[in-house]
């Protein structure tokens, strides 16, 4: 049996089963470059600081680094009696170096240990989040610029409201991602704190350098109080937060490309390469990849509340219940990424069916408020002209008439001051354009948002054919 790190202490062996049920290294061995990363600054700091010798210090990162040439040919046996990748990737450099490779825990536990590796791990996994965030948006803009007159209804309640763009549609969720692009940034840095020098909970002896360790990890931050920096797992909930919150904006797009998609609506297409068929129905072409990704928004949402019930109850300083921390974070990044980045790839190649869009927007009633808004331009109080609007729609109901298909004086028996320009308020092409104030639909405003969102992106659409 493989000798502990802390077998010293103990007489005995720790049972098969025990070391099977606390072992970690099946899911935190994903962290042996961070592990490698973070062991190799130590050393160099403990070389510098006069704790063992300049030639011991490059030894160690000289066998670190043949470690790491093994792990990523996949010459490496991990063995399961380690119970870490720490111990792993330690027990490996002492074989390598002997005396020497027992040097490199000197002035650090694995508790500070195992919070930099994580910490190394989400900076990194956090700014590729950002990138395949910036992809997605990419995607929805250059849909938006393909389609820039398509009109469709609006929705509230899942009732056709009032004519927009589908442009200003898309755009809606450009604001979601673009506000998930800032929660990321802004959380990184929270993350790139280095913790090591807390030692297992209040320090060492030896006269360490943390900011040598930090700085060519890329941190610029150090940790504050060596109980905290043990313990802290704040980061993670933050970003698992963030996490679900971009799954949710997700989702709600997922939501509508399935609703889009079906026979009642069929406002898009979903590209063969994101759908499947069935294994009954051969005319069926299902929504699979936006269904999964709405069925995964809760998964990690779930994954942020086992964080939150692991953490509610544990006191200063470490303890093992921490170790759970990193099978819900590793889920939480390998799902919000694929999501995002499959969400950016059936957007390229959306198909939108405008024709379909411009018949829905029959039989809504959609420019009702634009002739109330109209009634108010004639001085008539807008409540009151909101009921005179409101009676004239049962009417044209009973009549099984659009607002537009009355006549006048079928109109002005709820109007009495409507005149023939209430024709020119109930088109749909005016209702859209006259929607100018900021941040609406009209096309200029649009063409705005569009610039804005490019210019934040870092494109130029318009230099290039799309």
Avoid: C
Wanted: charge should be negative; glycine fraction near 8%.
């Amino acid at each position: 049996m493989a000798q502990k790190p802390w077998g010293g202490r103990f007489e005995g062996d720790t049972d098969k089963s025990v070391e099977d049920f606390t072992t970690s290294l099946s899911f935190d061995r994903r962290l042996y470059r961070q592990d490698i990363a973070g062991s190799i600054a130590h050393a160099r700091m403990l070389a510098k600081q006069g704790i063992i010798t300049p030639a011991e210090g490059e030894q160690i990162a000289a066998g670190l680094a043949e470690i790491y040439r093994e792990i990523e040919s996949g010459e490496f046996e991990f063995d399961p009696a380690q119970e870490d990748i720490h111990m792993a990737i330690e027990s490996r450099l002492t074989n390598r170096l002997g005396e020497v490779g027992k040097k490199v825990h000197t002035a650090r536990s694995r508790n500070d240990q195992v919070a930099l590796d994580v910490r190394l791990y989400l900076a990194e996994e956090a700014e590729g989040l950002i990138a395949d965030l910036r992809g997605l948006r990419l995607a929805g803009v250059r849909l938006a610029h393909l389609h820039p007159g398509v009109i469709l209804p609006g929705y509230t309640h899942l009732q056709r409201a009032q004519p927009i763009l589908f442009a200003h549609h898309l755009l809606a969720y450009d604001e979601m991602w673009r506000r998930d692009q800032a929660r990321l940034g802004e959380s990184l840095q929270r993350i790139k704190v280095s913790p090591l020098g807390a030692a297992a909970l209040a320090g060492t002896t030896f006269p360490i350098d943390p900011q040598a360790v930090a700085a060519p990890l890329g941190f610029p931050q150090t940790f504050r109080n060596s109980l905290d920096a043990v313990s802290d797992r704040d980061f993670i909930l933050e970003f698992a937060a963030h996490a679900s919150i971009i799954m949710v904006h997700l989702s709600r797009l997922a939501e509508e490309l399935i609703l889009w998609s079906s026979s009642e609506f069929g406002f898009v297409g979903l590209p063969d390469a994101y759908a499947t068929g069935s294994s009954i129905m051969p005319q069926k072409k299902n929504p699979d990849v936006p269904e999964l990704i709405r069925g995964k928004t809760g998964r990690v949402a779930g994954h942020l509340m086992g964080l939150l019930m692991t953490l509610k109850g544990l006191p200063l300083a470490y303890n093992r219940d921490l170790q759970e921390d990193k099978e819900h974070l590793f889920d939480t990044v390998d799902t919000v990424r694929a999501s995002v980045q499959l969400m950016g790839g059936l957007l390229e190649s959306l198909e939108v069916r405008p024709e379909r869009m411009a018949a829905a927007l029959h039989g809504g009633f959609l420019t009702a408020t634009d002739m109330a808004d109209y009634l108010v331009t004639k001085g008539v109080p807008f409540r009151t002209a909101h009921e005179q609007v409101g009676n004239t729609v049962r009417y044209a109901e009973s009549q099984v008439k659009e607002l537009w298909e009355l006549s006048l004086p079928e109109i002005q028996q709820f109007a009495p001051l409507a005149d023939n320009e209430v024709f020119d308020w109930l088109k749909i092409d005016n209702s859209v354009n006259r929607r100018t104030s900021p941040g609406g639909t009209a096309p200029a405003r649009v063409a705005e948002a569009l610039e804005r969102a490019e210019a934040e992106i870092g494109l130029n659409l318009h230099e290039q054919k799309i």
